[in-house]
């Protein structure tokens, strides 16, 4: 599969947030997306994921995702927005069989119950899996919709901060999770993150947003740099490298000039 994002744009009205925005991110590898609050993150993967409609390109194996009908882009796009939260009275299992969906019909096959119990034990929640979404904290509902997008065996998987709701321990467990599936299933995989010490450690590649604009792009040792830091950010920013990953440590807010 192939993703090519070229010239694209998007507005709320007449507030433009997307202007001009190319990428082609490569399959196996991880493509983060960082930058400050409103450069464009979440509006970037709602475009990819056909939930919102843009001017420019999205193409799939060379095919424009609005030639797509939604069912197919379900069956190559799994989207799993920051906000999960759902009134729903389902068990943890059906949840993750609702990833599914694309390829059930009136019955759920075997295949399906296995891909399900698969990525409960994989995302570590096997234990979880009869229990009702409203008995979980927020960190459990998380892993459960983290499995649930990847029950889906997407070729593009976007996942919008996805370690937002969880403790250290599993925003490790996660993002090695979906490292590991992203090279063995050879997958397009874009995450939308705000930390930068996490993004630095599990990136193949880094894309800064700012003000709606791709400001840089490359490796995370090549991106994260102090100068960076500052004229994107606003901080100053000490950068260490450890065994070749950049170690971002804050300083201070940047002043802004009194006029």
């Known amino acids: 599969m192939n993703l090519e994002i070229y010239n ?83 068990t943890v299992f059906e949840t993750v069989l609702l990833g599914r969906l694309h390829s059930l019909s009136w019955r759920v096959t075997a295949n399906d119950l296995r891909i399900t119990l698969k990525m409960l034990e994989e995302v570590g929640i096997g234990e979880l899996k009869s229990k009702f979404l409203n008995e979980l904290s927020t960190g459990q509902k998380q892993m459960v919709f983290i499995a649930q997008a990847l029950a889906r065996q997407p070729q593009v998987l976007l ?37 930068l010490n996490l993004a630095a450690r599990y990136s193949d590649e880094l894309i800064v947003l700012n003000s709606g604009k791709v400001y840089a792009a490359g490796t995370p040792r090549s991106i994260l740099t102090e100068e960076m830091i500052k004229t994107v950010y606003r901080v100053n920013a000490r950068v260490n490298i450890n065994n070749g990953i950049p170690q971002i440590i804050p300083i201070s807010s940047v002043q802004k000039k009194a006029f």
């Open 159 to 195: 996942l919008d901060e996805p370690t937002s709701s969880l403790d250290l321990q599993h925003q490790l467990e996660i993002l090695d999770l979906i490292r590991g599936l992203t090279s063995k299933m050879n997958i397009i995989t874009l995450i939308a993150l705000h930390d």
């Open 8 to 90: 694209l744009r998007f507005s709320y009205g007449l507030k433009p947030v997307l202007k001009g925005i190319n990428m082609q991110p490569t399959p196996g590898k991880i493509t983060t997306i960082i930058g400050p609050n409103a450069s464009g993150k979440t509006t970037l993967l709602k475009c990819i994921s056909g939930l919102l409609k843009p001017e420019g390109s999205v193409l799939l194996n060379g095919k424009e995702i609005t030639k797509f009908k939604k069912e197919d882009i379900a069956k190559y796009i799994s989207y799993l927005p920051q906000e999960t939260h759902t009134e729903a009275a389902l």
